[in-house]
């Protein structure tokens, strides 16, 4: 295979990337070491969150083809991709708690869901809850009423039971 069909290749592989994944962040990483960048990756390999480094000109590329030319002005200097094909919070949590832990990692731009956005979405998103977190206050919410009736009905049980007795 020759080298441009090879370089096609991949760029269609990261447009694919880009148009499978909920949620893609892209970071400088410039400034890590190995052994945080070994960490960085282990944690988001934990998650099922692919981290991948390309050359800017491929990752461009398939910006484009994916209809995500909005990207393009962030792919300068040193650029890693993290792609999320299931949940959308949880590489901005990670990432974004990765860089409050160490400053040399510099989130800028990601996708989620098919909409370019900025440094400060992927940190409002980033201190969300977790999906469980948002389905267990819900729940409590739900919950609060049905609670509140049988307190009062029991309330009124004991209180007809002390008159009563």
Do not use: C, W
């Not at 000109?57 to 792609?83: C, D, H, I, K, Q």
């Amino acid at each position: 295979m020759s080298v441009l069909e090879q370089k096609k290749k991949l760029v269609t592989e990261i447009a694919d990337q880009f148009r499978n994944s909920k949620s893609t962040i892209l970071v400088d990483y410039r400034g890590l070491d190995v052994a945080e960048v070994t960490e960085l990756r282990k944690q988001l390999r934990e998650a099922g969150i692919t981290f991948k480094v390309y050359k800017n000109s491929m990752t461009r590329r398939a910006a484009e083809e994916a209809e995500l030319a909005g990207l393009n002005e962030n792919l300068v200097g040193p650029t890693a991709v993290a792609f999320s094909n299931e949940e959308v919070v949880a590489p901005a949590k990670i990432l974004n708690n990765f860089a409050k832990e160490h400053e040399a990692l510099e989130i800028k731009a990601g996708v989620i869901e098919g909409q370019v956005t900025t440094v400060e979405e992927i940190k409002a998103l980033a201190e969300l809850p977790s999906r469980e977190g948002l389905l267990s206050m819900l729940l409590s919410v739900l919950q609060a009423p049905m609670r509140n009736v049988a307190l009062a009905t029991k309330a009124v049980a004991d209180q007809k039971e002390e008159q009563g007795a």
